[in-house]
């Protein structure tokens, strides 16, 4: 398959290095001005990929999109209108919300969502590690989408496991209240995953979980509140020595992926009326922090 890649940083290079392995034609879209990026996975050999190229981009299968949840609005929608309307688009991020603001100029495309548990950290722009294996799964987001059931195949023969979910909400919520979960609260911690462990964060993080659970029923995704408190609690151990993406986002005073997580929830909530104050604390705690850089700045 010609497949691109939107957003060439540590999960796309992954997904770009294992897709162009397993025999296809890879390309990537990312910010670098050169047409041609070697990337480097692990310690095999770099791989040579087509950037920024019109010509592979009007031809692409396959857009994956890797960007940051933030980063998806403004990088998509200037090459939406350059894509054949038969290419469908994955979405493989963390966090909900993103596909929403761009429902009119996707509806006519096969669009399809996704989260992946892998670990990729980048060593430099054009070097990433494999850092942990996991798993992805992807469902559809349209009708046109639920056609493509083919791409689990096509993706786990790369980098499997990945699994097809008739309706892949029920997944896409799980992970989103898993980062609710620790993301924020190891952001504001500065802390390991590890740390939530402790007794004293047990009740807050189970309020957390409880509120998110409220809001995915009122969108009609049943979820058991003791089998999320079991994979929440589960994460945290499996992934003790981990660092959250929020952690290191926050610490390095980067954009985080707040609103596309705990403000998704928080958006859900405002919409149903319902009132989940610990959700809403730990926005606003993330929000006046993001603030107080551009104060300075
Ligand atoms: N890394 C992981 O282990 C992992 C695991 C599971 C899920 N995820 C999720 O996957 C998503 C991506 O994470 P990541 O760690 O791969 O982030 P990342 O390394 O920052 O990758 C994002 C990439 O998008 C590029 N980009 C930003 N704006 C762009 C634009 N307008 N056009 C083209 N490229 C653009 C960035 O370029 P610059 O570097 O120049 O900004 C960067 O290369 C996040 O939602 C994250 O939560 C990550």
Not at 15 to 36: C, E, F, M
Not at 103 to 112: E, G, K, M, R
Not at 263 to 290: H, M, T, W
Request: hydrophobic share 40%; net charge negative; proline share 4%.
């Amino acid at each position: 398959m010609n497949i691109t890649i939107l957003g060439p940083g540590a999960i796309g290079s992954l997904y770009a290095y294992k897709l162009k392995q397993a025999g296809h034609d890879v390309s990537i879209w990312g910010r670098s001005p050169n047409s041609t990026v070697d990337i480097q996975l692990d310690h095999l050999p770099p791989l040579p990929f087509a950037n920024q190229n019109l010509v592979v981009l009007k031809r692409t299968d396959l857009l994956i999109v890797t960007l940051k949840a933030w980063q998806v609005e403004a990088a998509l929608s200037p090459l939406l209108p350059l894509l054949h309307p038969d290419t469908m688009i994955l979405f493989l991020h963390n966090g909900m919300g993103s596909v929403d603001k761009l429902a009119n100029a996707l509806a006519n495309f096969p669009v399809l969502l996704g989260t992946s548990t892998h670990g990729a950290l980048r060593v430099n722009a054009l070097h990433v590690n494999h850092t942990g294996l996991g798993e992805t799964h992807i469902g559809a987001w349209n009708d046109k989408g639920q056609q493509c059931q083919f791409l689990s195949d096509v993706l786990h023969h790369a980098l499997s496991p990945v699994k097809w979910h008739t309706s892949i909400q029920h997944a896409l919520w799980t992970k989103l209240i898993i980062n609710c979960a620790i993301n924020p609260l190891t952001a504001l911690e500065n802390c390991s995953n590890g740390q939530l462990s402790e007794p004293r964060y047990r009740h807050q993080i189970e309020q957390i979980i409880d509120e998110a659970q409220s809001c995915a029923e009122k969108v009609d995704v049943t979820l058991d509140k003791a089998s999320l408190k079991e994979t929440v609690f589960n994460v945290i151990t499996k992934t003790a020595k981990n660092y959250s993406s929020m952690q290191q986002d926050i610490s390095q005073q980067r954009t985080s992926e707040i609103e596309f997580i705990t403000g998704y929830v928080v958006s859900i909530a405002e919409r149903y009326q319902l009132d989940i104050p610990e959700n809403n604390a730990l926005f606003k705690q993330i929000k006046c922090i993001e603030a107080s850089w551009s104060k300075h700045d």
